[in-house]
């Protein structure tokens, strides 16, 4: 079946933000007296927030005292402060046009809030080309959970063979797997190879797979 659509994941894909990420961590963790140092919370960016608060400090969740405060304050801090001054990743907009050209659907499939996602596609300088989204509101469980990318195929209303996802972290891969999907990774988000081995293609960021489009597998599935 050939190559209907595309599944974009967007922290560390479309724009740099997963330090920013694991920054807004520390200092959320900090607001509320917990001392969690960005090399241990670095390598969880890409999983969603109920999964990184009690792996962080255990009994803490985001759903209720502590931990729904500091998921607050962590969303807050990529908001207003952090989440703007963020830039694109070498060639996100020119894929994204790239891929429209060659009329394949999108769609966004993070572990963001819808807010939040907002500021990130700002960010990104790709606001105005994706409009289809599912975000942590769509899925009972964050990456590396299915759900998301599930919610992804249901709005697109397509097979699992029919589409592809492009991320950045073994969650992603994990994520896309549980749905069936096979997936695209880019090193930008700052994941090693090692960690990105069950991606069916790796490629440096964005730039670098349009670099390769024809022989890549978006052009050779269309």
Excluded at 21 to 41: L, R, S
Aim: proline share 5%.
């Amino acid at each position: 079946m050939s190559l209907q659509a595309v599944i974009l994941d967007v922290d560390g894909t479309l724009v740099l933000s997963n330090d920013a990420h694991a920054q807004a961590w520390v200092e959320g963790f900090a607001a509320y007296g917990y001392d969690v140092a960005f090399d241990k919370v670095r390598p969880l960016i890409g999983m969603g927030g109920d999964q990184v608060i009690p792996k962080m400090v255990s009994g803490l969740n985001d759903e209720e005292g502590d931990g729904k405060a500091i998921a607050e304050k962590r969303k807050e801090l990529i908001m207003e402060r952090l989440g703007p001054t963020l830039s694109p990743t070498k060639g996100a907009r020119d894929l994204v046009l790239r891929m429209q050209e060659h009329g394949l659907k999108l769609i966004i499939a993070s572990s963001a809030t819808s807010q939040e996602l907002s500021v990130l596609l700002k960010a990104a300088q790709v606001d105005d080309l994706l409009k289809e989204a599912t975000t942590s509101s769509d899925a009972e469980a964050s990456k590396p959970a299915p759900d998301i990318v599930e919610a992804a195929l249901d709005k697109l209303k397509m097979e699992p063979s029919q589409v592809l996802m492009i991320g950045d972290t073994p969650y992603d891969i994990q994520s896309a797997k549980g749905a069936g999907v096979e997936l695209i990774a880019v090193r930008c988000g700052g994941f090693d190879d090692e960690e990105l081995k069950q991606a069916i293609a790796i490629y440096d960021d964005p730039a670098d797979i349009l670099a390769h489009y024809s022989n890549s597998p978006l052009g050779k599935t269309k």
